[in-house]
């Protein structure tokens, strides 16, 4: 995968002195986030990200879209169990912060309409696990709760790897649109635990290119 993405950067580079155009743009929008745990039951948080990008025209058809963007991702999870009539519900919420370089390939089928592929590296900015417990007394009908928020940045790996699918369309005035698909190819855990965990996150965004 690193050398997949030094291979993309090259031909960035190469790209940009040989490009007949190029436009630069903003983006910003949604997330669908979880995390592939090994034997978990995890569902998606949602979220956002935002960033700067560069299309770069090879042909006609083909172009580099390299990006720099701030990506919130995570998770959730909930578990819950009851013991002697005590009922007891843990929600935790992982927020996973990253500043991604995606370069994505793109190919236009049709006026307006491309199909996007590439690498992206993501760079660990911050994380945390946000727990609300909750316990039930079920004789009495009384609950207590509890919250707490833990850095857990020092548990996961500083940099991830992934591979990006998506569709994109854009407008005559700049104005555009992309569904994105991100699989993350590295386990980023490095806690003690044996589990893996691996990126997934879905992206809707809305940009601009001047």
């Known amino acids: 995968m690193k050398k997949l993405l030094f291979t993309a950067v090259a031909v960035v580079v190469f790209s940009t002195t040989n490009a007949q ?14 995390l592939d ?21 090879i042909s006609e058809k083909f172009s580099i879209q390299p990006e720099l963007l701030y990506s919130s991702q995570g998770a959730k999870n909930e578990d819950s169990y009851e013991d002697l009539g005590t ?4 929600n935790t919420t992982w927020k996973v912060d990253y500043i991604l370089l995606p370069v994505m390939a793109k190919f236009y089928v049709s006026e307006g309409l491309s199909l996007e592929a590439g690498p992206q590296i993501g760079f660990l900015a911050s994380a945390n696990a946000d727990t609300d417990v909750t316990v039930r007394d079920n004789a009495a009908e009384v609950s207590v709760s509890n919250s707490s928020s833990t850095d857990v940045k020092d548990e996961l790996k500083s940099i ?14 700049g104005l555009n649109f992309a569904a994105r698909y991100n699989i993350g190819l590295s386990d980023i855990n490095d806690s003690e635990s044996d589990a ?8 809707l965004s809305v940009g601009f290119n001047f």
């Open 21 to 34: 155009d190029t436009t630069f743009g903003a983006k910003a929008g949604l997330n669908l986030s979880t």
């Open 37 to 57: 745990i090994t034997d978990e039951n995890i569902d998606s948080r949602t979220a956002f990200h935002l960033g700067v990008t560069a299309e770069i025209a």
């Open 160 to 173: 991830d790897f992934a591979f990006n699918l998506g569709l994109g369309y854009k407008l005559d005035n």
């Open 196 to 203: 893996k965990f691996k990126s997934r996150v879905f992206q």
């Open 87 to 90: 009922s007891i519900t843990t």
